[in-house]
Structure formats: C-alpha cells, structure tokens
C-alpha cells in the first residue's frame, strides 16, 4: 500500500520562502503523476500543480505561477513544492497527491487516488 507523508509546512513572513516536501512509499505501485492542492477553510480543495512522475510535464494554477515549482528526486521518492513570494493568500491546508491509475495529469481532486496527511502553510502580513 503507498502512503504519502509530508513535511515542510510553518510560518513564514509575506515575502518568504517554503518548501514542502511529500514522500511516496510502496514500490510495487506505479505512480503516473503527483501534485500539491490547497484547501482554505470552509472552502474545497483548489488545484495548486502538478507534473508527471517522469518529469516531462508540468502545470501551476494561474495564482501560482512564477512563484511555486514543483519538482522531484527521483531516487528519494520525494516530490517538491518550492513556494517564493508567499502571500497571505497563499495561507491553506497543502495537500499532495498522486494518481496510480488514470495515467494522466490531473488539475481536479478526482483525478487522484492516493492523498498526504496535509501541512499547514501559514503567511503573516
């Protein structure tokens, strides 16, 4: 069974940087792609990005780009949220994902089958 596990989430002044961090464990799973969503309260959860586990394609939400990147380390298992210029907007519940069935790279919650515990990202003014 694969298990995502994050790490990286705090508090960070506007301006600041963050990195999150979610590991995949269960290598008998193939995983196809993986991405970041958030959640603010009392809201669903909003696509942030997203790439291939194979690293050829990737996609950012419009409020996102130019500011977070998504990367990963192959040899880790590990997959990468790189947050600059945070805002307080940027304030949310940061979920990873990963999909090990549809084989293509999701911008909903449903196109994914498999979720991290969440960390909380929290950015002062």
């Known amino acids: 069974q694969v298990q995502l596990v994050e790490s990286g989430g705090g508090l960070v002044q506007a301006g600041g940087s963050l990195r999150l961090s979610c590991a995949h464990s269960g290598s008998t799973v193939t995983i196809y792609s993986m991405g970041w969503f958030r959640q603010f309260p009392g809201k669903e959860r909003e696509f942030v990005a997203a790439?291939?586990?194979?690293?050829?394609?990737?996609k950012y939400a419009d409020s996102v780009k130019g500011r977070f990147a998504i990367f990963r380390d192959v040899a880790k298992n590990t997959m990468y949220l790189q947050m600059n210029m945070l805002k307080p907007d940027d304030t949310a519940a940061y979920y990873c994902?990963?999909?090990?069935?549809?084989?293509?790279?999701?911008?909903?919650?449903?196109?994914?089958?498999?979720w991290g515990q969440g960390t909380q990202v929290t950015v002062s003014s």
């Open positions: 994902a990963a999909d090990s069935v549809r084989a293509r790279l999701g911008v909903v919650t449903s196109e994914y089958n498999l």
């Open positions: 790439m291939t586990w194979n690293g050829l394609f990737s």
